[in-house]
């Protein structure tokens, strides 16, 4: 079974105060891990996706990792507008049609 | 403007009182699916669609039924709906699910919908 662990739960940082978002997953042949962001009372809004171990994608002060095990969300002197909920999410090759969300980091940064 | 279109956006119920939640979106996406958003449990998958006519059920399916008759839209059927599906339901679509790349899907605003 696909599982998705995302820590910390919350995190609060000062504006400027950079830090990384950890997502740990295990899953039978992956065909892909995804970044989500998520506002209160919207809809997840899509990031980043990684395919394979090694891949680095970057999006204006979000940078995303991916190893074997687990992706990082690196946020480089993130500001108030950052904060949401990040998503992670993976799918496999052996059923491309499911997606398994972790919990989701809630992310405030304080001016 | 790209988007998945969610209606109706807030519903209050009543045990048992059937409803339908539709789905549709304008990116003529093949794929199609059903999440539900509940606290500490995080985004579960109802059901999927790869394609017209075809439907998948995801992790927490039991229920709730959907159809496919159109690319284009994809409801979500609650035929007695009971307390415990009280939760926020994103509508999502895809382009190339079942290909080597894409897989990133497009949520909607979200249904919250409330049975009592």
């Known amino acids: 079974e696909d599982q998705v662990t995302q820590s910390p739960e919350a995190l609060r940082l000062q504006e400027g105060e950079s830090s990384s978002l950890n997502c740990s997953y295990t899953v039978s042949g992956l065909r892909g891990l995804f970044w989500y962001r998520q506002d209160p009372g919207k809809g997840p809004e899509f990031l980043f996706t990684l395919y394979s171990a090694g891949e680095e994608k970057e999006k204006e002060r979000l940078k995303a990792t991916l190893t074997k095990k687990e992706s990082f969300l690196h946020i480089t002197a993130p500001k108030p507008e950052d904060s949401a909920t990040y998503l992670c999410a993976v799918q496999a090759f052996t059923n491309a049609g499911k997606s398994t969300f972790g919990d989701g980091t809630t992310l405030t940064v304080k001016p | 403007e790209a988007q998945v279109t969610q209606n109706p956006r807030y519903l209050i119920t009543v045990t048992g009182k059937k409803l339908t939640v539709t789905c549709s979106q304008n990116?003529?996406?093949?794929?199609m699916s059903w999440y539900r958003q509940d606290p500490g449990l995080g985004l579960r998958q109802i059901y999927y669609?790869?394609?017209?006519?075809?439907?998948d059920k995801g992790d927490v399916p039991e229920g709730y039924k959907v159809s496919r008759k159109e690319k284009r839209n994809f409801p979500l059927i609650l035929e007695s709906p009971s307390p415990n599906q009280t939760s926020l339901y994103f509508c999502a679509s895809s382009q190339e699910v079942d290909r080597g790349v894409g897989g990133e899907l497009f949520f909607g605003e979200g249904s919250r919908l409330t049975v009592l």
């Open positions: 669609s790869m394609n017209v006519e075809v439907t």
């Open positions: 990116m003529n996406h093949e794929y």
